[in-house]
Nanobody, 126 residues
């Protein structure tokens, strides 16, 4: 049974840092891209960041570029999101996803991913 589990969410002050972790299990994810999406209350789920199966290519939403960093762990089934200089508008439930996007564009959309976690809450206080 495939599982994707996020951890590391919590409450952080604006300007601070927080790191999220994602661990996938139940099959080999070495050939899968991994990504983070987020969904604020009353909003649609939006793309945050993605990393290719090799780890060589990364993609970021404009809103987090320069502040967030995505990386794969040495274990190919793990991924991390390091969040710096967080803002109140970063408050959301953060979801980890794994999949095999066909194109660079597909990395940015939920339908590029097959497996999803249940999410972890990140709250940034002002």
């Amino acid at each position: 049974q495939v599982q994707v589990v996020e951890s590391g969410g919590g409450l952080v002050q604006a300007g601070g840092s927080l790191s999220l972790s994602c661990a996938a299990s139940g099959r080999s994810f070495s050939a899968y891209a991994m990504a983070w999406f987020r969904q604020a209350l009353g909003m649609e789920r939006e793309f945050v960041a993605a990393v290719s199966w090799s780890g060589d290519n990364t993609f970021y939403a404009d809103s987090v570029k320069g502040r967030f960093t995505i990386a794969r762990g040495n274990a190919r089934n793990t991924a991390y999101l390091h969040m710096n200089s967080v803002k109140p508008e970063d408050t959301a439930v953060y979801y980890c996803a794994a999949g095999r996007p066909w194109s660079d564009n597909d990395y940015h959309f939920p339908n590029g991913y097959n497996y999803w976690g249940r999410g972890t809450q990140v709250t940034v206080s002002s």
